[in-house]
């Protein structure tokens, strides 16, 4: 098993554990985790996959960063929110699913 | 070339100075950036159909390598109408954010977030990079969940992390793809990856993209977060949000679909698309038809107007693309975008004032209207021409084109749809309209003055000449497309 | 654009009374309105005398008016403005009385209109001409305003309507057949097809109905003795000739001969006994009427010389009738036994010329005719005079028990009028005799044609005798209308069609609850996180 | 200037429009002066242009859109009837409308939209191309609404929504139509007709029948003629606009431009269509004036009777022989005339007398004795009687139909002449012959309600009495008829 590819796995596991995360979890704070973790899988994958042709590709790389730090900014507003939704309501989840076990 | 500089850095610098500045300094920054987008966004129009598409390989590093921003018709065809709306909604929201009495949060949010909107939707609109684009739809979603929270209300928080979930889900699935084509080519550029060799990964990739775009775009089903977040936003944030934000993610694909990878659409997966569009033109309308607040009533018929856009794609794609319709129906969607863009953008503003002025968008409460302040409901009646598509406006011109076009296709499937969605549209909208027209004293309510009423209605008389003069627009359309549209059918 | 071509006198002719009539509304002309009536026919009278002298033409008036005259149009129009000419007068002690001057205004119309009959070459003007006649009577008609006149005033404009779209119709078709408005032609282009037998049908009914042909007469009894005397005795006289001179322009030689010979003969004997049974001396005249328009129809129906003679029959009826009509004003108008007893012997004398009494006009109305006529006609025709002196007798004995109520205006002009129109009625006959029958006027003097005129007479006296002693019950006039029961206007109700829409309030509660339903299930992120990937796939498997 | 003539004659009427939205409910001189001088100056260079064709001039305007999207102004024969006759009935409705509103409110909406109404049926009538004709439709619709909505009330509210109900479907099925069709010949102008012969025929005959759905709701046929009698509550100008001016007309002029200049006779009588277009026209003839004996409401009468007489006109079109065209066409504008008389008696009686229903008719008469006078040449012209205008139409349409062999056209004149008798009659009945209530009120001191209202009625008397001059509508539709449509 080379390298590339345990990142790509590695990768593809992250979105899969996220994703799962994403769908059953109700707790906002938890969701905006899953999202993380969704994003950082896409992002080892996407390292890997710079690495395909033997070389170093700088481009990818340059891309992570740059997703890293829109992923960043996106969880810092998402936390923001979710905090001044539980403030608000009293609750860390959306009213539709509140019910929900 | 330093047009198509301005119209994404002015407001960027905008939206810095607004922030950084204290109170009444970062106003005028604001205003100055507006002005300025605004007066670019003209230059870059002008420009570009004078002299041709202006390309900018930023810092000079070619593809695929460096980023290209490019504008061409498409592009700044949105770019105006973009300018248009902001400018609009930022005169009304002076008016309506002013003396507000739910705190300094709003009126310090607001102008640094629109033109951190208006940044992130020229940069989309000018992108020729996947992943530019991913970057630009991002913030551009961050930008709009903030307005909608801007109020901080419960309901607008729970409305605004609905639309984040939606927003995020839908980035990351974009970013899937971005990242299997990548992997494939090597490559994000659009103009490196038309030449490319079909990969087999293409497929999922497209698929992806498409469905995350589809969440973004709030395409049925996917639709939910739209109505109450675009609901409960103030009314100038509803304008910019209904009007121009669906817009971005619907460019999107429409360069994905009819210029990268017009190879991979089959028109199984066209029919599909098109089907949820049919769908939410249906649903979106029966749900405004039963809603009780002109403000729902509005978000539920931008979900049907949403709808309308992807019944384009099995008459201009797949094996329609050669065909002599295929360039009546891109253009015909086209062109429904920009003037629902107007005619939307008008009837939040017009619906704004109205509940400046009743405190309430509850339909009942919406009664005297036209005799009180018969500019705003002129300005809705207009828009709702423009929705409905009715001549003359550019709501009907695009609705001949794709009706024509579905017909020559044989897909008249399509057309019906449009004609049920216009009547649908004309049942919904009728409601407000009699109400507003119903005569009720108001003379002890502080009306808004003449000049904030022609706000809207100088939007929607756009929509309506975008109806009458539409030539010019459609050769600006033409501009680099590579199929053009010859005289009709 | 030109006004006229050819003689202006046919315009004058009918635009004159026209004039007339415009000018009895206008505000100052009020109270002279019933004095302009007598002049309203006079421009026809000296077309009649003069005759005719070429088309007159209108090409811009209505479809292409045309006028002229032939023999039988100029008689028929002299008669007819001589007859209104003097109801003209008859009419001036009506002057100043309520509703005069709309009375005027009318009469002129119906005078245009009947004047135009008689001289319109073409469909439209004809047309134009007989509705004005039939239609603007209802106002003659109606006049009164009692519970009576206006009963017969319903009647008549119900069937009057019905006539005209009949007439209508078969014009219009006959117009189709022979692709031209020229009446003469439309006569001769009625051929065998099946429309046009239909066409034919209809402007029997048409005519008929204004020529009182039974069963289509029911209206005449009403509205005849409802009408005031001069206005019965232009209707009876004048105006029911509208109708028969119809019948003569358009109906080709033979067409429905044997039935209107039927319905002629039916009408003729069915109409004189049933006027056995009216009281209102104006009933009686207008039974009697009915029944010698059956002759006339009769006469059209048997076609050939029968049908050429017609024309000079109707020109006596119409000069007796108009005399007999305005004895009965003359007898209300009487003041003395004497003024009644010389009204008495006028009518008698006129009524013994309607039934045909040797050597007086009708004789001769009634020889003319004969000439064309088989065997069993010639004997229904005279066995007809039986029953038109059995009516006229019976006239005269209810004209005696008419008591005098109406005692205004001189009395002696009164009764010149009638005297006048009866001389008209014996001396016309005589002078046109030789043109219209080819005969001597010996040919009267011989000794069978005065036993021909006489045995009906003295039958009919006869009868009368017997009829004076023992009395027909006595029955409101209507005939066949009361056996059809009363008619009485009723408010139809349609069904509405049944509303396009549905419940609205109701569908709108359903709509709402589901899409509040669904809203909910599709807000739910549980939904959305599970077909996000499930539509990824279906859209990747339908891909490439 | 042969360009911009038709463009002129629009803007005779856009103009004011545009101007008196803006205008305060004060400046009553200004406003009236705008929209008289609007009328005046239209009908002035219709005059022009009518003389101008006669010496030769043809016009033709032409605005590209969109590709595909042509708006086409040109001048016909049957365009310069329609727009003559829309012209002067608008120069007459808006005297009559400027002395009926007086010193009522909201009279710069109402003036707005009336101007704006009228654009849009001159609009219709110069259109040359089948989109500019939709376009200009579809203003026509919506610029009746708020006149039909004008006392915004609940009751005049619901009728504009009923006739939106109407209107907006029906408009959507002719736009399906007009985009069917398109698709496959490209864009149609009515300067040259369109070739169909690549249209299978099942297809035509479903186009055709969606085209008479489009524009026969604004004709008010049987079913679609709901709107009409509702639309009764909006102010008498309004209903004149409505009836005789433009809404119904432009229906039935869109009927005739589809039968003959969109599918042509020929291809109407190879498809067989004509046939059931005028048994739908029949019925909805009797139908209407079955319905109009039923009510008890003047103006409700008449509009029953409206929806029975424009059938005249599509019964002449769909008959499509020589003289039912040339009837058809002439109905167009006898219609016309006799119609807004009608109304504008029945508005007279409203404002002047109180009178709405039938039995408030007693006895006015000798009270109002011009309008009365007028109302009856109208009531009698609607039945056929000669010399008012509406016998012409008979003649002709019967004829027409014998030509095109359908005998039974009569006895549908037949029994709607019999009908119009029993629905009219008793109104002139009780004009003339019943005694009025003691305490009415009524006098019609009121020139410039009355003087429009007797130059209509003159003007349909005019036109049955001069029916064979050339200047006559008769002689005019004969003349287009022999031009356009009949080689």
Not at chain 2, 107 to 129: K, T
Not at chain 2, 464 to 474: E, R, V
Request: charged share 10%; hydrophobic share 55%.
């Amino acid at each position: 098993m080379t390298g590339p590819t345990l990142y790509a796995l590695t990768g593809a596991a992250l979105v899969g554990i996220g994703f799962f995360g994403l769908i059953s979890a109700q707790h906002l704070l938890r969701r905006v985790v899953a999202f993380n973790l969704i994003g950082s899988g896409l992002f080892v994958f996407l390292g890997a996959a710079g690495a395909r042709s033997g070389a170093s590709d700088p481009i990818p790389q340059a891309l992570i960063i740059t997703g890293i730090v829109v992923a960043l900014s996106a969880s810092a507003l998402a936390i923001g929110l979710v905090v001044a939704h539980a403030r608000a309501s009293g609750r860390p989840t959306l009213p539709e699913e509140d019910g929900e076990a | 070339m330093s047009a198509l500089v301005a119209v994404l850095v002015a407001p960027l610098i905008g939206a810095l100075s607004a922030v950084a500045l204290p109170g009444r300094s970062g106003r005028i920054a604001a205003w100055v950036a507006i002005v300025t987008t605004l007066a670019a966004a003209v230059a870059l129009a002008a420009s570009v159909i004078s002299q041709g598409m202006p390309r900018l390989a930023v810092g000079s590093w070619e593809p695929p390598v460096g980023i290209v921003l490019e504008a061409d018709g498409l592009s700044i065809a949105m770019i105006v109408m973009t300018a248009l709306v902001m400018t609009a909604a930022a005169l009304t929201a002076r008016h309506m954010l002013a003396g507000d009495t739910k705190g300094p949060r709003i009126a310090f949010g607001f102008w640094p977030l629109m033109l951190l909107l208006w940044a992130a939707l020229n940069a989309v609109f000018l992108s020729r990079d996947l992943f530019n684009l991913y970057v630009g739809i991002e913030l551009l979603s961050l930008a709009a969940i903030g307005l909608v929270a801007i109020e901080g209300k419960p309901e607008a928080l729970a409305a605004a992390i609905r639309y984040m979930i939606f927003a995020l889900a839908g980035s990351l699935l974009y970013l899937a793809g971005v990242v299997l084509v990548y992997g494939a080519h090597g490559a994000l550029d659009i103009g490196v990856l038309v030449g490319r060799e079909p990969a087999e990964t293409d497929g999922l990739a497209l698929a992806l993209m498409t469905v995350g775009l589809m969440s973004k775009t709030a395409l049925f089903p996917f639709h939910v977060w739209l109505p109450p977040a675009h609901g409960g936003a103030p009314a100038p944030a509803s304008a910019m949000l209904s009007a121009l934000v669906p817009k971005a993610s619907y460019v999107i694909l429409l360069r994905l679909w009819f210029d990268v990878m017009p190879d991979q659409a089959t028109d199984a997966a066209l029919t599909l698309v098109a089907t949820f569009g049919a769908a939410a033109v249906l649903w979106g309308s029966l749900a405004a038809l039963v809603q009780s607040r002109v403000k729902l009533i509005v978000a539920y018929s931008t979900v049907a107007q949403i709808g309308y856009l992807f019944l384009v794609f099995p008459l201009a794609g797949g094996g329609s693309e050669d065909q002599p319709w295929a360039a009546g129906a891109w253009n015909g969607a086209v062109f429904l975008a920009l003037s629902h863009g107007l005619a939307k953008a008008a009837m939040f503003l017009a619906v704004g004032q109205w509940m400046k002025v009743r405190g309430s968008d509850c339909l009942d409460e919406m009664e005297g209207l036209a005799t009180a302040m018969p500019m705003t409901a002129f300005a809705f009646a207009l828009s709702s021409i423009t929705i409905v598509g009715l001549p003359p406006s550019g709501g009907f011109t695009a609705k001949y084109l794709v009706m024509t076009s579905a017909f020559a296709a044989g897909q008249w499937v399509w057309a019906l749809v449009m004609a049920c969605g216009g009547l649908l549209a004309a049942a919904y909208l009728y409601r407000p309209m009699a109400m507003v027209f119903r005569r009720a004293d108001l003379s002890a309510f502080r009306l808004p003055s003449r000049a904030q009423q022609a706000v809207p209605l100088a939007l929607a008389g756009a929509a309506i000449i975008l109806g009458i003069a539409s030539s010019g627009p459609f050769e600006t359309l033409a501009i680099g497309r590579p199929q053009t549209a010859e005289a009709g059918l | 654009m030109t006004l006229w071509t050819g003689p202006i006198l046919p315009m004058v002719a009918l635009t004159w009374p026209l004039l007339l009539g415009a000018l009895t509304a206008l505000p100052a002309m009020r109270r002279f309105a019933v004095r302009l009536l007598p002049l309203a026919p006079l421009p026809a009278l000296w077309l009649a005398i003069m005759g005719g002298q070429g088309v007159t033409t209108a090409p811009d008036l209505l479809l292409g008016v045309t006028l002229d005259l032939d023999e039988a149009r100029r008689l028929l129009l002299g008669m007819t403005s001589a007859l209104w000419a003097v109801a003209g007068l008859a009419a001036q002690p009506m002057a100043g009385k309520p509703h005069a001057t709309m009375f005027s205004g009318f009469w002129c119309l119906v005078l245009a209109g009947n004047l135009g009959v008689f001289m319109a070459l073409d469909v439209a003007t004809f047309y134009v001409a007989f509705a004005a006649v039939s239609l603007a009577s209802w106002f003659l008609i109606v006049h009164d305003r009692s519970e009576k006149a206006l009963h017969a005033a319903r009647v008549y404009i119900v069937i009057a309507l019905l006539g005209e779209v009949a007439l209508l119709l078969g014009l219009i078709i006959g117009a189709h057949a022979a692709q031209s408005m020229a009446i003469d032609e439309i006569r001769m282009a009625f051929g065998d097809k099946p429309l046009n037998t239909v066409a034919i049908a209809l402007l029997v009914i048409g005519f008929g109905i204004k020529a009182g042909l039974v069963p289509l007469h029911v209206w005449l009894p009403l509205a005849h003795p409802a009408a005031p005397v001069p206005g019965s005795a232009v209707l009876s006289g004048a105006i029911v000739k509208a109708g028969l001179f119809g019948l003569l322009l358009f109906l080709p030689d033979g067409a429905f001969g044997l039935t209107l010979m039927i319905l002629g003969l039916t009408g003729a004997f069915g109409a004189a006994l049933w006027g056995l049974t009216q009281a209102n001396p104006k009933a009686v005249l207008a039974y009697s009427t009915i029944s010698q328009m059956g002759l006339m129809v009769m006469a059209v129906g048997a076609g050939g010389a029968a049908r050429e003679t017609v024309p000079y029959f109707a020109l006596h009826h119409g000069l007796a009738k108009g005399a007999l009509f305005l004895l009965v004003g003359v007898m209300m108008a009487a003041r003395s036994s004497g003024q009644r007893i010389l009204s008495l012997v006028l009518a008698a004398v006129v009524s013994a010329s309607v039934a045909g009494f040797p050597l007086t006009g009708g004789a001769l109305a009634k020889a003319g005719v004969k000439d064309g006529l088989t065997d069993m006609t010639t004997l229904a025709l005279s066995l007809s005079s039986v029953a038109t002196g059995l009516i006229l007798l019976w006239f005269l004995s209810r004209l005696w028990d008419v008591k005098s109520s109406d005692g205004t205006g001189i009395w002696a002009f009164q009764v010149s009028l009638p005297a006048a129109l009866a001389l008209a009625a014996f001396v016309t006959p005589w002078l046109l005799w030789s043109d219209w029958t080819g005969h001597e006027p010996s040919y009267m003097l011989k000794w069978d044609s005065l036993i021909d005129g006489l045995w009906p007479v003295a039958i009919a006296l006869a009868a009368s005798a017997v009829l004076l002693r023992w009395q027909l019950p006595q029955l409101p006039p209507g005939d066949l209308l009361q056996l059809l029961g009363r008619w009485q206007p009723r408010t139809m109700t349609l069904p509405d069609l049944p509303p396009l829409r549905p419940d609205r309030r109701k569908a709108a509660s359903v709509l709402r609850e589901r899409a509040t339903e669904m809203e909910g299930m599709l807000i739910r992120w549980r939904f959305t996180g599970v077909a996000v990937p499930l539509l990824v796939l279906l859209v990747f498997a339908i891909l490439t | 200037m042969t360009g911009l003539l038709p463009i002129l004659i629009l803007l005779t009427s856009l103009v004011p429009a545009a101007i008196t939205f803006f205008l305060a409910q004060e400046s009553y001189r200004l406003r009236n002066a705008l929209n008289l001088g609007g009328a005046l100056m239209k009908v002035g260079l219709i005059v022009v242009m009518l003389f101008a064709v006669a010496g030769g001039a043809s016009y033709e305007t032409d605005i590209a859109l969109a590709p595909g999207l042509v708006l086409l102004l040109r001048i016909d024969a049957l365009a310069l009837l329609f727009v003559s006759l829309s012209a002067s009935l608008w120069l007459l409705t808006t005297i009559y409308a400027i002395a009926y509103f007086g010193k009522k409110a909201e009279q710069s909406r109402f003036f707005g939209f009336f101007s704006l109404c009228v654009f849009a049926t001159t609009g219709i009538a110069l259109s040359g191309s089948l989109i500019s004709f939709f376009m200009f439709f579809e203003l026509l619709t919506l610029s009746t609404w708020p006149l039909v909505a004008h006392k915004q009330n609940a009751a005049s509210l619901k009728a504009a929504r009923s006739y939106l109900s109407y209107a907006l479907p029906c408009s959507t099925v002719l736009l399906v139509a007009i985009v069917w069709l398109e698709s496959s010949t490209g864009p149609i102008l009515f300067t040259d007709p369109p070739d169909l012969s690549g249209v299978d025929p099942v297809s035509l005959r479903v186009i055709f029948a969606l085209f008479i759905i489009g524009v026969g709701m604004k004709a008010a046929i049987v079913p679609l003629h709901g709107w009409l009698p509702a639309a009764m509550v909006a102010p008498a100008p309004v209903s004149a606009l409505l009836h005789a001016v433009a809404v119904v007309k432009a229906g039935a002029f869109g009927v005739i431009r589809v039968v003959y200049d969109v599918f042509g006779v020929d291809r109407v009588e190879e498809l067989g269509v004509g046939v059931p277009l005028a048994a739908l026209a029949s019925v909805t003839i009797i139908w209407g004036s079955l319905r109009a004996l039923q009510q008890t409401e003047i103006k409700k009468r008449l509009a029953y009777s409206t929806i029975s007489q424009v059938s005249y006109i599509l019964l002449g079109a769909a008959l499509a022989s020589p003289f039912a065209v040339v009837g058809g066409l002439a109905h167009l504008v006898h219609q016309g005339l006799m119609k807004i008389t009608l109304f504008f008696c029945a508005g007279i009686y409203d404002e002047r007398a109180g009178v709405r229903s039938i039995e408030g008719l007693n006895g006015l008469g000798w009270r109002m004795p011009w309008t009365s006078t007028c109302f009856s040449l109208g009531a009698l012209g609607m039945i056929g009687l000669p010399p008012i205008a509406g016998f012409v139409s008979k003649i002709y349409l019967g004829i027409g139909g014998l030509q095109a062999d359908a005998a039974w056209v009569l006895w549908v004149l037949g029994a709607s002449t019999l009908l119009n008798a029993a629905y009219f009659l008793p109104l002139l009945y009780r004009l003339w012959y019943c005694e009025a209530a003691p305490d009415v009120e009524a006098d019609e001191t009121a020139p410039a309600l009355v003087a429009p209202t007797v130059a209509a009625a003159l003007a349909a008397l005019l036109a049955g009495l001069l029916a064979a001059s050339e200047i006559s509508p008769l002689g005019w539709a004969t003349l287009i008829a022999e031009r356009d449509y009949l080689q």
